[in-house]
């Protein structure tokens, strides 16, 4: 069984930062594609950023680049979500996804494990 654990979310203000983090365990990850989603009261989850095992590719939603920035420290099996200049419309719970494959792609539906979900709340 595979068990992704977030962690690092809270209620800020518009301009501060937060770093997230997703904890996996259960079994090897080596391999795999790690992404964040989230979503926001009455909307679908969105792809928000991924990265594959070497970390030498990346992808980043429009609303994230610039802002977010995406790693992942393979020792720890630990991938992390560093988010500045946060803006009230990051509202959302964030959710961290695994796929065994080593391409990102911004579908759920192609992530096999996934966390619990944080909350964060940028108040303006």
């Known amino acids: 069984q595979v068990q992704l654990v977030e962690s690092g979310g809270g209620l800020v203000q518009a301009g501060d930062s937060l770093r997230l983090s997703c904890a996996a365990s259960?079994?090897?990850?080596?391999?795999?594609?790690m992404a964040w989603f989230r979503q926001a009261p009455g909307k679908e989850r969105e792809f928000v950023v991924g990265?594959?095992?070497?970390?030498?590719?990346?992808d980043y939603a429009d609303s994230a680049k610039g802002r977010f920035t995406v790693s992942r420290d393979n020792a720890k099996n630990t991938v992390y979500l560093q988010m500045n200049s946060l803006k009230p419309e990051d509202t959302a719970v964030y959710y961290c996804?695994?796929?065994?494959?080593?391409?990102?792609?911004?579908?759920?539906?192609?992530?096999?494990?996934w966390g619990q979900g944080t909350q964060v709340t940028v108040s303006s």
């Open positions: 996804a695994a796929r065994g494959s080593m391409v990102v792609l911004r579908t759920p539906e192609t992530y096999n494990y």
């Open positions: 259960g079994r090897t990850f080596r391999g795999y594609t």
């Open positions: 990265i594959t095992w070497s970390g030498g590719s990346t």
